[in-house]
């Protein structure tokens, strides 16, 4: 159900975009991600950082695409928010409190080294998803960047995820790999 949360404005997003415009896309999306706030509380009685965080950035740069009728405020919301991204995981390793660890260190039992390693290498992810997001969305036509955004960062961050998941498996220990088969 979670996921499907996750993902919805997202989509609500696409067929509006597809049916209509950018700028009526955008203020839905506005209203689809507050709607998925507070029925992510109804359901859990908690909202978790991440969606606080991408529920800001979604209704300042959502309602000021609105307001001053200018795709440009949208489009960079997505790579503000992969910079964000990547400097929150390389701060995190720089004080020697990875975030990727803190959220996973229960299930993936990994060296400090393997944890650093994996941060460098999303920090690298999310700042080529920021270049590649501003080359596209201020040099391609509005249609793919929109196709870029729905379907290339997501496909692309779930098969960093996958490859991301099958590199730790690699660097467990073997009695705790057995634990997952």
């Not at 740069?61 to 200018?70: E, M």
């Not at 960079?76 to 720089?94: D, E, G, P, R």
């Amino acid at each position: 159900m979670k996921q499907f949360l996750d993902f919805l404005p997202l989509v609500i997003f696409f067929v509006v975009y597809k049916f209509f415009d950018i700028y009526i896309a955008s203020g839905v999306l506005v209203a689809a991600t507050t709607l998925q706030l507070i029925v992510t509380y109804i359901i859990y009685r908690k909202i978790e950082k991440m969606l606080l965080f991408t529920f800001a950035m979604v209704a300042v740069f959502g309602t000021l695409t609105v307001v001053f009728h200018n795709d440009a405020f949208i489009k960079w919301k997505v790579s503000i928010i992969n910079l964000l991204f990547a400097a929150a995981l390389a701060i995190s390793l720089w004080m020697k409190q990875p975030l990727l660890k803190r959220m996973l260190g229960t299930e993936f039992k990994v060296k400090d080294e393997i944890w650093a390693r994996i941060t460098w290498y999303w920090v690298g992810f999310f700042i080529l998803c920021s270049v590649a997001n501003l080359y596209i969305a201020f040099n391609m036509s509005q249609e793919l960047w929109v196709d870029f955004k729905v379907f290339g960062l997501t496909g692309a961050t779930l098969i960093n995820t996958v490859l991301s998941v099958a590199y730790l498996f690699k660097h467990l220990p073997e009695e705790q790999r057995k634990e997952f088969k």
